[in-house]
């Protein structure tokens, strides 16, 4: 009877493992593909005159957004973590006509997720997109294909380069390459387990995780394409592979069409190693293709160089826990106070002998895994460490030797030749749910941001530190200076860096160096001069906005998918009326002169602040270099133009309880409870806008 029992046990074991395995091989999914873009029509803004003279405008776009062809968005999307459904292309450009009204957006899925069918889709989505918006000499949204390069080496530091989306400027049939590029064979979530993808249809509809079953299964078939044949002779059903940004360079050098490649992620310490630093990359760059860099997304600000370590290490190679700063605590510092608290007599030799084993155990297993060295600790009481503090929506884990501040202020690669960065700075959204330009509204958190599940208290990926999940923001827009509303004009500001970042809001911001040696230059220029440069920044708060979606939203996509695509709300200005802005700060970077000099005291942030009116949305400042023509040097300087405060998804990612002194003694990370679907986990925070940096080059 009993071996009877067990046979059976054992063959329905056997039964569903091979059911499991069955789904999770894709044997019951079916491939899918995008929708066909609605092609309803859209009212656009009348243009903005921005320059006496000339026509030109301000246009807003997204540069980085994912759909589910994306394998990670494919998880996220799912019941188990957000349950937005399946999101495609079309969806993505629904979404950035009618629900953020954008003027230019592109679709940057992962490579290496990108089988050839997929691929093939997503081009001829794009090109519907683009007929749908009309007159392509003045459409009312330009829609650009590309994909995101995603090396992520988080072990080696001198191989990991980071992520870049390459955006193509032409989308046609002809001008568009067949194949992504992608940096390696196949995406992670490809090398999950059958059996364990089968899984989900445990807490999942079967026809969703059989068809993620069938997309897996895609993805990791396809063949790897030749090595030392031309881009463009390549069959188009093989995975094109470029291991570094130089070889990427090549491959888009054979295809000869116009593009651009923008890193994103530089302080993201939970896709770079925490020890990352940009110039062991710098050798890998190349001008003419990294003209920008994505300064903030919906996760996180990348901007600030703030002169901290994680971990010290010394010459010999050994290791050490560095002193905590004003705006920052390493965890060791904290598991060093953790320990001592719990000691009966804290000062006591004893105690001093637990720290120092404990120390010697946490750095071991480094400023992550070190977490485990303390046992039956929880959320509060490592309180905050390992994250930058007292900052604008930082990214998690913050990488500093990979901000852009720290990046424009090189001089000099590893290898100590001369060497620089000149990037002009974007925002975007990065979301994974086929939502370009998601922070028109500070409305619906689940919806616009990449949170995850309802009531998960830590990252889907890198449950070392569950307090990241708390860093999911709705990201920013790329603002661009055009002479027109077509893919050209919108290129050419692209190309020149004639652009600018926002947190979200659709500030207007100019900011032109008004002294040059031709004459009047705009933010992204390059110019040399002996003498000191005078710069004018010019600014209007972004429009109030109504509750709502306008008629034409509606009209064209219907109530139930106004509510389902847009979360029931549309950017939508309710008239002339405008925000206030509270001030202007500018920031002065001297590059490098000596490979050896350091990078701190050559960021100055701010150099000038300058209040703004207290009653208006506009606000000017003017202002000179006197001390530019004595140090006989190059210099960049950039404006941060800072709306009044208001409540920001994500405002404070740390949603401190102070104390009438103002400590913080309490953190509320937006997760588990907190992270219910109703709460915004809103805070007040000072939306923002980056200009693109001006490059004055003193002669030597």
Known sequence: MIKRLLLAVVLALAIALLWFHAIGSGWFGEPWQSEVPNAGPRVISQPLITREKAESRILFGDLHNHSNYSLDAYIFNTKLLKGTGRVTPADACDFARYCSALDFWSINDHAESLTPRVWADTVKTIQACNDNAGDPANPDMVSFVGWEWSNGNSDDVPSHYGHKNVVIRTWEEGKTPTRPIASKATYDISKVPSVVIGLMSLLEDLDVASDFGWYSNEGSSVPVCPDGVPAHQLPDSCRDIALTPTSLYRKLDEWGFDSIVIPHGLAWGNVNPLTADFRS???????????????????????????????????????????AT??????????????????????????????????????????LAGRKTIKDTVLEDWEGCGQLQNSFQPSAAYVPRMSAQYSLALGFDAQGEPKRARMGMIGSSDGHQGRPGSSYKETNRVLYTDSKSVGREEDFRFRADRESGAFYYTGGLIAAHTDGRDRDAIWQALDTRNV????????????????????????????????????????????????????????ALGKDRVQSLCGGECYRPGGEKRKTLSRIEVVKIRPQVRPDEKIAPLVEDPWRTFDCPSSGAACVAEFEDHLYAEQGRAAIYYARVIQAAEPLIGGDPFACEYTESGQCVKRNYCIGVRAARDNNCTAPAEPRAWTSPIFVEYPQ
């Not at 190349?286 to 010394?314: P, T």
């Not at 001069?529 to 034409?552: H, I, N, T, W």
Request: proline share 6%; with cysteine.
């Open 281 to 323: 990359q710098l050798d890998e760059y190349e001008e003419r293709y990294q003209k920008l860099v994505e300064v903030f997304s919906g996760h996180g600000n990348s901007e600030l160089f703030v002169d901290f370590d994680r971990i010290s290490i010394a010459s010999d190679g050994g290791v050490s826990c560095p002193l």
């Open 326 to 367: 004003a705006d920052f605590t390493p965890c060791c510092r904290q598991a060093e106070k953790i320990t001592r608290s719990r000691c009966s007599e804290p000062e006591s030799a004893m105690c001093d002998d637990s720290v120092e084993s404990m120390m010697k155990a946490y750095l071991k297993k480094g400023p």
């Open 500 to 555: 600018y970042a926002t947190s979200g809001d659709r500030m207007l911001v100019w900011f032109d160096l008004i002294n040059g040696p031709a004459g009047e230059v705009p933010m992204g220029s390059e110019v040399m001069m002996p003498v000191s440069p005078r710069f004018r920044v010019k600014a209007l708060g972004a429009f109030e906005q109504v509750a709502g979606c306008p008629d034409y939203a509606i009209a």
